[in-house]
């Protein structure tokens, strides 16, 4: 038995991040930890590459290799808990911040066009990546 699982940026580059974390539950034992680096797929640097559709040198900055799946924290969240694991501890890892005023008023403003709340939207785009350590329910 195992009792930890590392997947670093394993996640989004899986062909089916659910199969994969509902193999895991199933080989797990009550003391299993997974720890998962998974990079922010709502990074502002992301949505403004997307924006004005500049995707080409995306693999050497904030995402090293393009992934099959652009993943939020809250998406990630949910694939935990759909297979049967709980979040104990959750790491953002911010490693520059967004400082364009006009950048970050834009995000608000999208968010507020989709109803949801501008200001934890914003807070959403700041992690570059999240560190998160999970263990069965």
Not at 21 to 37: F, P
Not at 61 to 77: D, Y
Request: glycine share 6%; proline share 5%.
């Amino acid at each position: 038995d195992t009792d930890y699982w590392i997947l670093d940026q394993a996640l989004e580059r899986s062909n089916s991040p659910d199969l994969l974390l509902a193999k895991l539950r199933k080989i797990s034992i009550d003391s299993t930890r997974i720890i998962a680096v998974v990079p922010n797929g709502q990074h502002w640097g992301l949505l403004v590459s997307m924006t004005i559709g500049d995707l080409y040198d995306l693999h050497y900055g904030l995402i090293n290799r393009v992934p099959h799946f652009w993943l939020s924290f809250q998406s990630v969240e949910q694939l935990f808990i759909n297979a049967g694991f709980t979040l104990v501890r959750v790491l953002p890892v911010i490693r520059q911040t967004l400082k364009n005023e006009k950048i970050a008023i834009g995000i608000k403003q999208i968010a507020c066009a989709l109803g949801v709340d501008p200001d934890l939207t914003l807070q959403a785009t700041q992690p570059d990546l999240y560190v998160i350590e999970a263990v069965p329910c």
